[in-house]
């Protein structure tokens, strides 16, 4: 990791407060298992696979809260740069522009600048991790029948900032000598959903030169 991006993790910078695992777990033990695995330097294709004998929706949700960390880290390193002047529209490039639509007040698909995106997405998913019926903590409740479908559109968005990020603000990444770091965090998530079907392969076109 580089020395820059050492400095924001001792900051604790992140975009929003990082959502832990409680110790004593079975999240907090597949968490552990899936960083070993990181750590160990196992092949991302290999670490991303569901070890043997665990459920694949707790795997699953492990993985989509360790995400969301992760992502609001990186986005909370270039945030200062990313502001209604210099992304006064969600995008990826000209190519792709992202509309940001919830239950509540965007009832429709709408244009925003990339700050009032990114902080609408961190919200909305943060609301989501911590809702009990969709992302229960206790060993032997079930997960909903709608997990999966919330989990698609959760990582899916999340991967917005990922376009973002690498079409508007890479510069930045290499100035602080973190490319490196970022890279490898994508390719982990693109390993990962690509594993379980967790976002449409047409959905992935923005960045699929970086895995390749």
């Given at each position: 990791?580089s020395?820059?991006?050492?400095?924001?993790?001792?900051?604790?910078?992140?975009?929003?407060?990082?959502?832990k695992?409680?110790?004593?777990?079975?999240?907090?033990?597949?968490?552990?298992k899936?960083?070993?695995s990181?750590?160990?330097?196992?092949?991302?294709k290999?670490?991303?696979?569901?070890?043997?004998?665990?459920e694949q929706n707790?795997w699953?949700?492990?993985?989509?809260?360790?995400f969301?960390?992760?992502?609001?880290?990186?986005?909370?390193?270039i945030?200062?740069?990313?502001?209604?002047?210099?992304?006064?529209?969600?995008?990826?490039?000209?190519?792709?522009?992202?509309?940001?639509?919830?239950?509540?007040?965007?009832?429709?698909?709408?244009?925003?600048?990339?700050?009032q995106?990114?902080?609408?997405?961190?919200?909305?998913?943060?609301?989501?991790?911590?809702?009990?019926?969709i992302?229960?903590?206790?060993?032997?409740t079930?997960?909903?029948?709608?997990?999966?479908?919330?989990?698609?559109?959760?990582?899916?968005?999340?991967?917005?900032?990922?376009?973002?990020?690498?079409?508007?603000?890479?510069?930045?990444?290499?100035?602080?000598?973190?490319?490196?770091?970022?890279?490898?965090?994508?390719?982990?998530?693109?390993?990962?959903v690509?594993?379980?079907?967790?976002?449409?392969?047409?959905e992935?076109?923005?960045?699929?030169s970086?895995?390749?």
């Open positions: 990791m020395h820059a991006l050492k400095q924001v993790f001792n900051k604790d910078k992140t975009f929003r407060p990082k959502r695992f409680e110790p004593g777990t079975q999240r907090f033990e597949l968490h552990k899936a960083q070993a990181l750590n160990a330097g196992l092949d991302l290999v670490a991303v696979q569901l070890p043997p004998g665990e707790d699953v949700a492990v993985h989509v809260v360790d969301f960390n992760r992502i609001n880290l990186i986005y909370g390193t945030s200062d740069y990313c502001t209604e002047q210099s992304c006064p529209v969600m995008s990826g490039g000209p190519k792709y522009e992202y509309r940001w639509q919830d239950e509540h007040k965007y009832r429709k698909p709408t244009a925003l600048s990339a700050p995106y990114m902080n609408l997405l961190m919200d909305w998913i943060e609301v989501q991790i911590n809702n009990e019926d992302f229960p903590t206790n060993v032997g079930p997960f909903p029948k709608n997990f999966l479908p919330v989990v698609k559109k959760i990582l899916s968005r999340l991967f917005r900032v990922f376009v973002h990020v690498y079409i508007h603000h890479f510069d930045r990444i290499t100035q602080m000598g973190s490319e490196a770091h970022v890279n490898t965090c994508y390719k982990h998530f693109y390993y990962f690509k594993e379980f079907n967790l976002i449409d392969t047409k992935l076109e923005p960045l699929v970086v895995c390749v």
